[in-house]
């Protein structure tokens, strides 16, 4: 037996010399080392060998197995190596060729400016309001009554509302204001809430105005809420959107639903304050309008006046993107101009 298995390794290891690829290899070791092989064959046979010679054929059955496997290793290994850089060869990249550019989309600006301004205020310990009290599609009720806007005023034209043909007092929401009411309607105070969303004007489209636009509604309820708190919020958001560096004043203003109200400019971003056509000559840009939550406000949700107060704010998207980012024109948000959209 020991002598057959001497003429199997002669014979495997003649075969390994002779082998030219990986798949001569794999060849001689299921013909010699598998388990149908011809060393596994023989090695059948050890049962019927004494014990003394089931020891000395035993082990050397195992030495030129061993011998085996790392001969074919070797041989498999200088094949692998040799393909491989044969195909790299043939597969070689030139790198002083220019690379293929593959445009990536990017974030929206007005997204980016939204993700940024509730991420401001989030971090003032507002919460985002539920988008089912914040509907587009809007009802006359939520969108003018409930905020305290008269039957006559001039907001509530069509010249000024889009109104939903064969749906009376249905509309396109001109305000985000509109959230504050279903918010109030639905939680007790306190309520700290914003509302980012899109709002419909029938305007004419020219560099400052569009029919459509972005706005965020921020409301604050609770006991003792002042102006004071109000001044403090807002300066705050203006300090962490703008920088510390731009001025700003509350200048007194009207909103019905609001008393008192005001509105907060900016120092002009084009101008840094000298005046110019961007400013109308003030050398300031009006950022957002708020206000105290007017008493008749409250009363119509159930609210206390008497026991709660509130503040209101309500802002433009567009309006602060294009003063940070100095752009003079908002029809460009939207016309999808990529050399305008790329420098975002």
Known sequence: MKAQLENIYN??????????????IDDIRLKYLSRKGEFNS????????????????????????????????????????????????KDRIDITLSGKYTPQGKVHPLTSTTDEIVSIFQNLG?????????????????NFDMLNVPKDHPARDVQDTFYVKDLPG??????????????????K?????????????NENINARKNNFFHQIEGLYVDKNITFGDLKGVLNEFIR?????????????SFFPFTEPSAEVDVQCIMCQGKGCRTCSGTGWLEVL??????????????????????????????????????IDDIRLFFNNDKRFLEQF
Request: hydrophobic residues 35%; contains cysteine.
């Open 170 to 187: 249905v509309v396109l929401r001109s305000q985000t204001s509109g959230a504050q009411i279903h918010v109030m309607e639905n939680q």
């Open 11 to 24: 014979s495997a290891k003649s075969d390994i010399e002779k082998a030219v690829s990986i798949a001569d």
């Open 126 to 142: 507002f919460s985002v309001a539920a988008p089912e009290f914040s509907p587009e599609v809007e009802t006359e009720y939520y």
């Open 240 to 252: 962490l959107y703008f920088g510390s560096a731009r001025p700003t004043r509350f200048r007194s």
């Open 42 to 89: 023989i090695k059948k046979g050890l049962k019927d060998l004494s014990d003394e010679e089931k020891r000395t054929v035993g082990a050397f059955a195992n030495q030129i197995t061993q011998e085996l496997e790392e001969l074919l290793k070797t041989k498999h290994d200088a094949f692998y190596q040799k393909e491989l850089n044969e195909k790299l060869q």
């Open 289 to 326: 309008g708020c206000g105290m939550v007017d008493t008749n406000v409250l009363r119509g949700v159930g609210i206390d006046p008497d026991v709660y107060t509130g503040f209101a704010f309500g802002m433009g998207v567009e309006r602060l993107a294009m003063l940070k980012y100095a």
């Open 189 to 201: 105070p306190p309520i700290k809430v914003i509302a980012p969303g899109r709002v419909y004007r």
